[in-house]
Nanobody
């Protein structure tokens, strides 16, 4: 059974940091392009950061560039999203997703603005940034 399980969300003050984890079971993340996407109430889904399966090239949406870092740990079969300098507008439910196709990170992240369904995705973790 394939599972992606996100963790690490929570409540933090503006300027704070969180590290989200996406633990995979039933699949080897190394063979998948990975995405972190988020959805806030009343807002469109956003693909905010993606990493390719071929060369680990990365993409960041403009609003998070320079603040967020995506990575994967092969040994732990886990992907991460390090989030620094958090802002109230980062408040959302954050999801990780995996796609088996050899997609570049920019293309993968762009899919989330449409009706795209990843091969696998997790249940999400809430991030709230508030003073």
């Amino acid at each position: 059974q394939v599972q992606l399980v996100e963790s690490g969300g929570g409540s933090v003050q503006p300027g704070g940091s969180l590290r989200l984890s996406c633990a995979a079971s039933g699949l080897t993340l190394d063979f998948y392009a990975i995405a972190w996407f988020r959805q806030a109430p009343g807002k469109a889904r956003e693909g905010i950061s993606c990493i390719s399966s071929s060369d680990d090239s990365t993409y960041y949406e403009d609003s998070v560039k320079g603040r967020f870092t995506i990575s994967r740990d092969t040994a732990k079969n886990t992907a991460y999203l390090q989030m620094n300098s958090l802002k109230p507008e980062d408040t959302a439910v954050y999801y990780c997703a995996a796609d088996r196709r050899a997609l570049g990170p920019t293309v993968l992240c762009s899919y989330f603005s449409g009706t795209y369904s990843p091969t696998y995705w997790g249940q999400g973790t809430q991030v709230t940034v508030s003073s």
